[in-house]
Nanobody, 124 residues
Framework: QVQLVESGGGLVQAGGSLRLSCAAS????????MGWFRQAPGKEREPVAA????????YYGDSMKGRVTISRDNAKNTVYLQMNSLKPEDTAFYYC?????????????????WGQGTQVTVSS
């Protein structure tokens, strides 16, 4: 059973950048498809980005496409989300997700494991 722990969230001004990290333990990380989702108050959780186990296939949700980059380091059991040109509407809880079942996490129903989330707040 893999455990996922996010870090790197915080308060940033509009136009700024943040890099989120998600450290995995308790499983064979290199076999997991990984992804990032976010959930703003009163809204449904939505996919932000996803990456397959070998990093040769990625997916980006429409909400942040062009402003985020997902990457992973299997030697460090860590997946990253680089977020640039942040907007106030990007304010949300950001969740790391993993699956050993599916190839790429493009929707919530494909997720086997969730992290506890990290808050990102973008001020105007």
């Amino acid at each position: 059973q893999v455990q996922l722990v996010e870090s790197g969230g915080g308060l940033v001004q509009a136009g700024g950048s943040l890099r989120l990290s998600c450290a995995a333990s308790g499983g064979t990380f290199s076999r997991y498809a990984m992804g990032w989702f976010r959930q703003a108050p009163g809204k449904e959780r939505e996919p932000v980005a996803a990456i397959n186990w070998s990093s040769d296939s990625t997916y980006y949700g429409d909400s942040m496409k062009g402003r985020v980059t997902i990457s992973r380091d299997n030697a460090k059991n860590t997946v990253y989300l680089q977020m640039n040109s942040l907007k106030p509407e990007d304010t949300a809880f950001y969740y790391c997700a993993g699956s050993s079942t599916y190839y790429k996490l493009t929707s919530l129903r494909l997720v086997d494991h969730w992290g506890q989330g990290t808050q990102v707040t973008v001020s105007s």
